[in-house]
């Protein structure tokens, strides 16, 4: 069966069931019919446990790293611990273009799943207006007079449709450009907020515009994050779903790792972690990315400490890594596939560097060998890494109960941030391009360095920073693959977040509006006699 058939035949619970099992009444419950609900009561107890699943370098097979998060859970719940696992919605961007859904696959997914890929809650849908709310405010603003000389721009308009097109856009009185709503700063702040109070704080110190004294123009300026929290308050509370087999899901928030910080909510996670004994979640593309920034910035801004890290690799990815082109993949290639394991060294490695414990999985596929499977383990053993296969994707629970047994074995992390916030802005960004991607020398131009020098003027030096680049390669280029070394990136742009509260350092060409392909998903989905067809 696909994906799709798998997640409707599904014995689902009532929703309030699962709100049972984490000892929430339905007064506490906001409900979306059947098998989805809002928790209406974030809490911040934290008894829990918080295990975080990231990846060695993506590459265009997709890893599992979902899938290997919601099987860990389900085989958490199997033994009787009290298991949540906490995700990102996913962005129909990428549902409708290339990469497709983001609920797991095979017998380790999130449902209902066709919901949760789609309009789910509403949420981006609220985040999305927020922001576009803020650019007609900015607009408007200027049209009537400009009494807060705003000079420049630096807040634009997001969809949360791959729309290249939109990446300039003529309003007749200025240009704009549109980002994908995951690459938003709303979103980002969204998912950084630690209470309604604080969202409409992080709301108000948006950045919207530079005046001519090269001051900084806010959202509290323009008076309208009074309206923002209007839009946003319901959209706020988390998420409440299931896994196939009836674990509590928490989904909420989505912003992309390559981009964003790539970590679902705060709130989400606080509330997993105030409702159970461990909590799975998991950060975006590979530990350069998503971990890197969890591990920075979410771990910093919510006071979290992971008590272990999982580093999912797949058969495909190491081959790819090795040097194996795209159409080759499936060919067997044992000299590539030992090559490959040098991306996964270097991501181990920086792990390490957070003192965070680490377990290495193998998300196996029907298509890897025995040779392939033994050489990996036997690797492990040899390099001293923790290691397990997880069949999460065909057998659901029981395929990661290796995994689960080896994450509870795990000694205790001895978590700590890579950089101090007090170092320079220019010392954190060359921190997170020797020590994490390795690179010998970072350009900064005299145009960047002014920037900077505008964010120190107003009193934002002592922010963490957030890296935009290709997920694809440790350096600013997609095509290095592996663990290059010795290579110099270049800071193509910097902006200051001030509602979000980071920096965020743009390498190379990445495009915060990514364009759809040349055979999107949108052309094969479809709704056939009531019921939605080929979404994955």
Known sequence: MTDIEISRNSNKLDIREIAKKLDLTED???????????IKTIKDTGRGKLVLVTAISPTPFGEGKTTVSIGLADALAKMNK?????????????VFGMKGGATGGGYSQVVPMEDINLHFTGDFHAITSANNLICAAIDNHIYFGNELDIQEVTFHRCLDVNDRALRDVDLGTRHDSFSISSASEIMALFCLANSLEDLRERLGNIIVGINSKKEFVTVRDLKVEGSLVALLKDAFYPNLVQTLENT??????????????????????KTALSLADYVVTEAGFGADLGAEKFLNIKCRVGNLSPEAVVLVCTVKALKYHGGVPKDNIFDENMEAFKEGFANLDRHYENLKKFGVSVVVCLNRYNTDTEEEVEYFKKYCEEKGYVSAVSTAYVDGSEGAMDLANKVLSLDKSDYHALYSLDNSIEDKIKCICSEIYRASKVHISEEIKEKIRVFEKNGKANLPVCVAKTQYSFSDDAKKLGAPENFEVTVKDIRLYGGANFITVLLGDIMVMPGLSRKPNFEIIDVVDGEIVNLS
Do not use: D, Q, W
């Open 82 to 94: 009290k298991t949540i696992v906490a995700l990102r919605e996913p962005s129909m961007g990428p």
């Open 248 to 269: 509590p899901a928490i989904i909420h928030g989505g912003p992309f790792a390559n981009i964003a910080h790539g970590c679902n909510s705060i709130v989400g996670t």
């Open 28 to 38: 506490e419950l906001e409900l979306y019919g059947k098998y989805k609900a809002k």
